[in-house]
């Protein structure tokens, strides 16, 4: 029990709800029913269906025999690019969208970065018939253009955001000020496992799915439930905690997050906040956060727009702080390269995301009888202009 | 005595509380804006702390707080700022902001250096009453500064209660749901708020504030509480052509009637 919230909401010193008194009802509403609503019969017999039926879960677990070969050592791809809408973003709203009419929501909001969280959110509004609104920064409506079409295709209104650095730290902020501003009608569908208590909870549950099927498939696999190590990049670390969810007890399992280092931890333009953070509190949550003396948030920066935010999910603070996880981080440029290798020895073109889990194999010792797990979180559909403009096919 | 609680002891109604955000419109304006609020008849200012990342405000206030970090304003700063303001003015003063800046200079230490400095009383709306509780109660009570709380129309009866044991000094009564500046009109909803939260007679005053911008919204406030809490608008007036003199006299006859 040491790795799952406590009674405040609290993950070791991290977490907690630190909202202001205007995002208290929404809030508690949610704290007081979302146990209650996803344990009941009805709720998970719809879940599980959507996700085998809508989503094509299980989400297979595939040898990479080329990229072992390479690497010398057992490496399985959790093929989370294989879902619908190319990510593993379409767990957690399934599970949100689920609640949210539960709860008696007619209008879905949402912040997204790359534009999967978005683009998930979309789907599942559109599915269900509810109103939504995305927030998105104006920099990640640039260099994401084609989630951006297909959100608006599936009738969400996108609403590009201007502060701030544009991107998805600043679709938080806007996303939390429309909530403020709805405080009746709304749900919020956060897509990381970051912001109040009980969000982080809430999402890495969702996510769980993606760890309680790695042990299935490795133990038809393998023969055993439990690899070596599982590797997964982390932003606000959604797919991560889904990834080590079911693992996380297992204290022989090594587990590794790979952050986003933009041009180099050292070089200022990084989101690699466990790396250079401390701790603080933003989006109403205590966590590590990349911020100066005087507590200003520290505008992130990488290649990557789904990775690109200046906190991390209170989990992975206290998975880092007590050493249960390890954090190592990827720069563009390293992503960049990870990302072409997968494509010519797999045939799988990866998100720019799910790269920087690759560009870490580089960085970790693995020996040959060795079981490697790597979250393959979403697709490069999305990410083709900036591989195209960085090899320039 | 606290100047919070001297002042709701003096005057019962009508009181004008204007707030604005420190290091704008320029880094050093933050001391001449409070000596000429005092001047013009204003009764009580909240001096906003700065913060990158204001999510419950709404665009004047995001902008000033922009303007103010991109100035060089930090809360250390501030306080430098604020040495000797007593020798200048004795109208109650409370800092308002985001509970990481403060969290960054040391919860204790700021505690101590607004009771140095004649600091009367703190909001800070992310911090919630039950992590003040828990973890910073003690350093604010042996300081003699006043937490103040913040309740909405969605604050539950029983909830406005407990708020009503918990704030200091005054209760922070927001008047729509709302981000900050947003200028909805009063609804019939609103008056039903204001209506129940009068009802429940709470021990403490209330000011009433979110929405406030002019004499009419002002006037109306009046009629619930024992006076409003005007923030954006002020903002967008430091942002008008003129002296600060000629802006902020302009201002405040706008609210009250010639004093």
Redesign the interface.
Known sequence: MKYTIDQ?GYYGEFG???????M??NISELLTRYLEIMESPGFSQEFDSLLKDYVGRPSPLYYASRLSERYGSHLYLKREDLNHTGSHKLNNTIGQILLAQRLGKTRIIAETGAGQHGLATATVCALKGLQCVVYMGATDIARQEPNVRKMRMLGAEVVPVN??NKTL?DAT?EA??DW?????DTHYIIGSVVGPHPYPDMVARFQSVISAEIRKQLLEKTGSELPTRLIACVGGGSNAAGTFYHFLEEEQVELIGVEAAGRGVDSGETAATLAVGSP?????ARTM?M?N?????TEPYSISAGLDYPGIGPLHAHLFKTGRAKYLNATDRETLEAAHLLTRLEGIIPALESAHALAALDKIPMKPDEVNVVCLSGRGDKDMAAYLEYFGY | MNRIDHLFQNKKSRILSVFFTAGFPGLNDTVPIIELLEKNGVDLIEIGIPFSDPTADGPDIQHSNDEALKNGMSLELLFSQLEGIREKVSLPLILMGYFNPVMQFGVERFCRKCRETGIDGVILPDLPPWEYDRQYKAYFEGNGLHNILLITPQTSDERIREADRQTGGFLYMVSSSSTTGAGKEVSDFQTEYFERVRRLNPDHPRLIGFGISNRATFENACQYASGAIIGSAFIRALQEPGTPEEKVGRFVRQILPSV
């Open positions: 405040f907690g709800a630190w909202i202001p008194e205007m208290y009802a502060s701030g730290k902020n939390m000020r403020i501003n709805h405080p009746e603080g509190v933003l989006h109403a956060l911020q003396s005087d507590g200003q948030i």
